[in-house]
């Protein structure tokens, strides 16, 4: 599904460079915005020629999630909006209640039932809830992970006074303040772990974390659409989760421990994909010598 | 494994107050003298009774019929015929509710401590003794107090010879009550903190009555829960449960309990229930928020949990 997904990404961004002629006024400001943000695209592809101002905002609305002054998506997330969550009106209502029982009761029904009671509801209506705790948990990713997106589009998470940020820079700064956001529930942290652990909870915690990765990366600004797409949410997901561990051990101030480790891990995938890409190019000019010798010598390759 | 939860919903229909069964053995019997006698007015409402069609009206007393039969044998024929699967089951449904409170409740909860259980057409008390156990035992709350309705007086009787063995028998946090779950005048409005009913709302005249009636007594925020048989979504399993349900289940009702008809009544009862999509319709349009899908299915469909909460009303 991700392959297919990247595959049409490719392919819708392909048409939009191609096929976008700015002949209305609308059009012309998404060009513009497209100039500036080298590697975006409209969201509403193929319509681009066609749109008035009026009938932009109903193109934007099939993105219900996207704040009104983001018309422009990368890829990735174009096609599958991703939800914060799925949760009903009561449902958040208990659960939003809940978290604030988190840092006292841990990830447990206790915070649900005091999240219910704080919220009207009895000590029954849990059962709104069918996953109990493992919903809580989900709660909170999902929520964190928004959170971090209105860190990032309101308060300009990633503006820096000496000049723009580098990718990985950007990748860094968005790891520590997603883990940063962990603090207060640091103790309780293992424990949600062994939950998302379990065998029939495992499949909604990996598609969380990579919608995680996936919100960190897009923040960050990559927008590759080859083969790395994938290597680097890899490698993502496993410098992330080793840093979720260091961080509810670390009790250092503002996590510095983690943040040290954090930077190290970083630089061993970066050393790790020049490793690889060194023995790559060997590989590759030795072969093309066996090639060239072999011809040499009449073989007909 | 379908009996019990059969033998379960043919004691709710037995409930019903008013029912007297002149012949309580045989079922079908009573069935065609139902229909022999003159008709009053109401009663060109037909609903089931198994596969044969029945006047409305008469349904509750063939239903009660049916469970007067069956009370004295109901334990040793659920074991027989659901091979021991309906306490896994009534185990599970119980330890899903988690009925008790754990925390120590907050002084503006007027409504007293403790939940307030009602179990419907819950006769024998299987229910109701499994929470009561889960409420003490896991949650150490000694506050949580069921009532057991049922429309059927003899499997009442039952339930409260059973409730002798236990650590409940009288104390107010167990108490029994005859009546009718399409309407309950003696229980008030908002007051019920959880509502159950397994294995019996299959054998109500009507079904979205009741359904409307757990909505009234329940509190805003309270909970709808309920174990029934359903559909086997697996063709495979669906044959061969076919097979026992249709073939075995009245055979071992004719061998043990010497009554092959009100087993019969039994698993024709589980053919006309609803699938668990068209149930959980039911639920929604009582005004039940769903949570979730809406239903579990246990062993594969056999049978299925349903859920409803009902809101808090919105100033």
């Known amino acids: 599904m991700t392959r297919s997904q990247s595959l049409l990404a490719l392919s819708r961004r392909y048409l939009s460079t191609t096929t976008t002629k700015p002949t209305t006024t609308a059009a012309a400001a998404a060009a513009t915005a497209t100039a500036t943000t080298p590697g975006r695209h409209t969201f509403c592809l193929g319509r681009t020629q066609t749109q008035t101002p009026q009938q932009q905002p109903q193109c934007l609305q099939r993105l219900r999630h996207t704040p009104p002054r983001h018309p422009i998506r990368s890829y990735h997330s174009a096609h599958h909006p991703s939800p914060p969550h799925e949760y009903s009106n009561s449902q958040t209502t208990i659960l939003s209640a809940a978290l604030r029982h988190v840092p006292s009761h841990g990830f447990t029904r206790d915070a649900l039932t005091l999240g219910a009671r704080d919220a009207g509801f009895l000590d029954v209506s849990v059962q709104l809830l069918p996953r109990g705790e493992f919903d809580l948990i989900l709660f909170w990713l999902a929520s964190r992970r928004g959170l971090l997106r209105s860190r990032v589009e309101e308060d300009a998470l990633l503006q820096s006074p000496q000049g723009p940020l580098s990718t990985d820079q950007k990748v860094k700064i968005l790891v520590m303040e997603r883990l940063r956001m962990n603090v207060e529930v640091r103790d309780k942290w293992q424990d949600a772990l062994a939950v998302m652990s379990l065998g029939e909870n495992i499949p909604s915690s990996l598609s969380e974390l990579h919608s995680l990765l996936d919100d960190i990366l897009d923040l960050a600004g990559d927008v590759s659409v080859d083969a790395s797409w994938y290597s680097k949410r890899m490698a993502l997901a496993a410098v992330y989760t080793s840093s979720e561990f260091v961080m509810t051990r670390d009790e250092s101030v503002d996590l510095r421990d983690t943040e040290e480790f954090l930077s190290r891990r970083l630089a061993d995938t970066k050393a790790v994909g020049e490793k690889i890409t060194g023995v790559k190019q060997c590989l590759g000019f030795m072969g093309s010598t066996a090639v060239g010798l072999g011809r040499s010598w009449g073989l007909k390759i | ?315």
Request: net charge neutral; with cysteine.
């Open chain 2, 1 to 315: 494994m379908s009996s019990r939860p059969v033998w379960r919903s043919l004691q709710t229909h037995a409930r019903r107050r008013l029912v007297v069964p002149e012949t309580p053995y045989r079922c079908f019997s009573c069935t065609r003298r139902a229909q022999e006698s003159p008709k009053s007015n109401d009663e060109n409402r037909m609903t089931h009774f198994g596969f044969q069609n029945v006047p409305e009206a008469q349904k509750e007393s063939l239903v009660g019929a049916v469970f007067s039969s069956v009370a004295s044998s109901y334990d040793v024929m659920n074991d027989m015929m659901s091979l021991g699967i309906h306490r896994v089951w009534k185990d599970h449904f119980v330890r899903s509710l988690n009925p008790g409170s754990a925390l120590p409740s907050r002084d503006h909860d007027t409504a007293g401590r403790g939940w307030n259980i009602l179990d419907i057409a819950g006769g024998t008390g299987d229910i109701a003794f499994r929470m009561l156990d889960h409420a003490t035992n896991i949650n150490n709350d000694q506050e949580t107090r069921v009532t057991i309705a049922d429309i059927n007086p003899e499997m009442l009787a039952e339930g409260q010879k059973r409730s002798v063995q236990t650590p409940y028998y009288n104390t107010d946090r167990l108490s029994f009550m005859q009546g009718n779950a399409q309407h309950m005048p003696s229980i008030p409005d908002n007051s019920v903190d959880l509502y159950t009913v397994v294995f019996g709302i299959r054998n109500f005249t009507d079904k979205q009555a009741a359904l409307n009636e757990a909505f009234r007594v329940l509190k805003p925020g309270g909970v709808f829960a309920c174990m029934e048989f359903s559909k086997v979504n697996n063709p495979l399993l669906n044959t061969a449960y076919k097979q026992w349900s249709f073939s075995a289940i009245p055979m071992i009702g004719q061998l043990v309990a010497g009554d092959r008809d009100s087993y019969q009544y039994l698993v024709e009862s589980i053919e006309k229930f609803p699938s668990q999509e068209e149930f959980r319709g039911m639920i929604q349009k009582a005004g039940f928020m769903i949570p979730g899908r809406g239903y579990e299915d246990l062993t594969g469909g056999i049978a299925a949990i349903h859920k409803g909460i009902k809101p808090l009303s919105q100033a």
